[in-house]
């Protein structure tokens, strides 16, 4: 009879650690005397064993197998590469509206004088370089007014330079403020030919003769739903106020017009605020009780009510990429219907006051800026302009554009709010402002080339016939990197 087991499985057994019985139950002696490896080890040869392990390996046929070898150069390791700390909310947008105004390894350049009230407004300065004041770069820092596009980066300290429309708008906010009258105008024109900088001039102009100045850096941030809004209770027809940016704007108010709040005191009571303020106040006080979003537009309304009251400083009211608040925003109404930006409370606000519904007491100037790098088409605004344009040209025979018969895409209420205002076109520089400009960055160290009439005919060409981005780009282009 044949046995159950095979000879050669039961030869490849392993002893147990565990010593016998039978060995265990002798005395030591005894124990020691028997010869364990007779007793445990296979009286032939394990070749076979060997050999069945070879045959595994070689696809062999045999219920002997190996056990398994894991190779870990044969399998993908799973890590995750190490990316650094992730940025904080908001890090990204601080860093792309991150602004230098000032570079200690550019020169300081010799006789450059600082702005004065008086400078911008003397013909004889036009095609002049002049530095803006420390207190001044602190007031429009807090205002908002420079952009992330522009190259105050590079330059000892911010200036600009006078252009014949420079002078020619302080002169229009002058009179008007003289007058008691509120200059309501809109500056337009090519792409990069320094609309956002007249503006940031205006408000400097503003600044040095302790107006008041109240400025919307960019309108888009009004009407591209990025930030929160909430119907007005009460208001027929509805109305929606955002509360989070009116609470930003109150405290750049603040912190920009901190020397001439400093002197005026509240004229009127103001009983639906959380804070008692009484008659008298520093109108500081009224200020600085904007510390919560959800009374932010009871406070601006109150603010607003006091700065427009009589007897006080003439206001500037200043906002750039004007065509983002004539059109339908983004955002929606309970019904999911697309709410105008003129339903926009404090949209409405700027629009009411640039088509002369809500002109100032004690003068001042409404200005705004179209955008051509950043902007929605608007054709209502843009024929609009285009209107007014020819209408204050000189030239009588110029003829208006009219309306398309054909497009039904035009909105009226666009049209009422841009139905008087002025226009200022701006265009290229003269070849005299070029020279000066390209002087003064000569001397800052910037432009390593000679000051010629060849270099600035080249640069003036190569601009556009004087667009000052387009000559930026063409000599500043390696120093902005």
Not at 285 to 307: H, P, V
Not at 401 to 417: K, L, N, S, T
Request: charge should be positive; aromatic fraction near 6%.
């Amino acid at each position: 009879m044949s046995a159950p087991n095979c000879l050669r499985c039961l030869l490849q057994l392993r002893p147990s650690v565990a010593v016998p019985r039978y060995v265990a139950s002798r005395s030591t002696a005894a124990a020691s005397a028997i010869p364990i490896a007779s007793a445990w080890t296979a009286p032939f040869s394990t070749t076979t064993a060997r050999d069945a392990k070879k045959k595994d390996k070689s696809g062999g046929g045999t219920h002997i197998r190996a056990g398994k070898k894991i190779k870990l150069g044969k399998f993908k390791k799973n890590t995750t590469a190490d990316r650094g700390k992730a940025p904080a909310p908001g890090e990204r947008k601080a860093y792309r509206k991150k602004i230098l105004l000032s570079n200690n390894n550019a020169l300081p350049v010799p006789g450059l004088a600082d702005l004065s009230a008086e400078d911008m407004l003397n013909p004889k300065n036009a095609a002049t370089v002049l530095s803006i004041p420390d207190a001044v770069v602190d007031q429009l820092r807090a205002s908002e007014a420079f952009k992330p596009t522009q190259c105050w980066g590079v330059f000892r300290k911010p200036s600009v330079l006078l252009r014949s429309e420079t002078i020619d708008l302080m002169t229009r906010m002058k009179g008007a403020a003289k007058q008691k009258q509120t200059l309501r105008l809109v500056v337009t024109g090519d792409r990069i030919t320094g609309k956002s900088m007249l503006l940031l001039q205006a408000m400097t102009h503003a600044f040095l003769n302790d107006w008041i100045v109240v400025n919307i850096p960019e309108g888009q941030e009004l009407t591209t739903a990025c930030t929160e809004y909430a119907a007005i209770p009460g208001s027929d027809p509805v109305r929606y106020m955002q509360q989070n940016y009116v609470l930003k704007l109150i405290q750049a108010i603040r912190k920009a017009n901190e020397k001439v709040f400093s002197k005026l005191s509240t004229v009127h009571s103001h009983p639906e605020l959380p804070q008692h303020i009484p008659v008298g106040s520093p109108l500081m006080q009224l200020a600085n009780s904007a510390k919560e979003a959800d009374n932010a537009w009871m406070i601006f309304q109150a603010l607003w009510q006091e700065l427009t009251a009589r007897g006080r400083p003439p206001l500037l009211f200043a906002l750039d990429g004007l065509a983002h608040v004539m059109k339908v925003s983004d955002y929606r109404s309970p019904a999911f219907e697309l709410i105008h930006s003129h339903d926009l409370a404090l949209v409405r606000l700027f629009v009411e006051s640039l088509s002369g519904a809500g002109a100032f007491p004690n003068g001042g100037a409404i200005l705004a800026a179209t955008s051509r790098g950043n902007s929605p088409r608007t054709p209502t605004m843009e024929l609009a302009l285009a209107q007014r344009e020819a209408e204050q040209a000189k030239d009588a025979a110029a003829d208006v554009p009219q309306p398309d018969p054909f497009f039904r895409g035009y909105d009226e209420r666009v049209q009422a709010a841009l139905r008087t205002v002025q226009v200022l076109k701006l265009s290229g520089i003269t070849k005299l402002e070029a020279r000066v400009l390209m002087e003064y960055w000569a001397a800052s160290g910037i432009l390593r080339t000679t000051v010629d009439e060849t270099a600035v005919s080249e640069k003036w060409t190569l601009g556009g016939n004087g667009v000052v981005g387009e000559m930026e780009r063409a000599a500043l282009l390696t120093m902005r990197l």
